[in-house]
């Protein structure tokens, strides 16, 4: 079975610009969260998605959104960056809501804002 | 807010040694606890995880033990190996986001 995939895996913007990222979840995966890796902060929850709907939202401003399709694939976007959004973002999925079944993560997208 | 503490940032051990990393919570309703290996370069990787109504899981080298009472919760890895060398986080469901520890970073020396 294919793995979670991320697309674009490296992605150079500047500040002011904004970025659409992808995750294709696992087949038959219907639950994706999303996270921010940073060398200083670890991972950071962004939100997760199941079936559609936005389940949870971590402590980001409002710039950073997210959807999910009905295929379970899900973007998440970021508007007006600033260089403090570079980091490597990570998508993970699994068969049910976060905590009820593993979850796996996807190679991630670094991003690098100048 | 809800968060987890791990200790310690980075360990050294030799290789044959065991390697325990320790984590904390703040949310005493926490019921899911994995951990998660990250190679340099690569993915995280779910290597074990235990649930509330279990104090111990262990899975050949690896082993989790979970105190709810104390909310803390610890990896052990015995017979460490050279390709144990990664990054290790522990995660808790807080309030229904998973909420990781900052990593332990653990380098197995031949």
């Known amino acids: 079975k294919a793995g979670v995939t991320q697309t674009p895996r490296y992605l150079i913007k500047t500040r002011g610009q904004q970025v659409t990222l992808s995750c294709s979840p696992i087949s038959g995966h219907r639950s994706v969260s999303w996270y921010q890796q940073t060398p200083g902060q670890g991972l950071q929850f962004l939100f997760e998605y199941f079936s559609e709907t936005q389940r949870n939202k971590g402590n980001f401003p409002g710039r950073f959104s997210g959807r999910q399709f009905s295929n379970s694939r899900s973007e998440m976007n970021v508007s007006t960056l600033e260089l403090g959004d570079s980091a490597l973002y990570l998508c993970a999925s699994s068969r049910a809501p976060t905590g009820e079944e593993t979850q796996y993560f996807g190679p991630g997208t670094r991003l690098l804002v100048l | 807010g809800e968060n987890v503490e791990q200790h310690p940032s980075t360990l050294s051990v030799q290789e044959g040694d065991s390697a325990v990393i320790k984590c904390t919570y703040s949310d005493s309703a926490s019921n899911y606890f994995p951990w998660y290996k990250q190679e340099l370069g690569k993915r995280p990787q779910l290597i074990i995880d235990?649930?509330?109504?279990?104090g111990e899981k262990k899975d050949q080298r690896i082993a989790v033990t979970l105190n709810k009472t104390a909310k803390h919760f610890s990896l052990h890895i015995t017979e460490t190996q050279p390709e144990d060398s990664a990054v290790y986080f522990c995660a808790a469901l807080l309030n229904t986001p998973l909420v990781f520890g900052k990593g332990t970073r653990l380098s197995v020396i031949a």
């Open positions: 235990i649930r509330s109504n279990v």
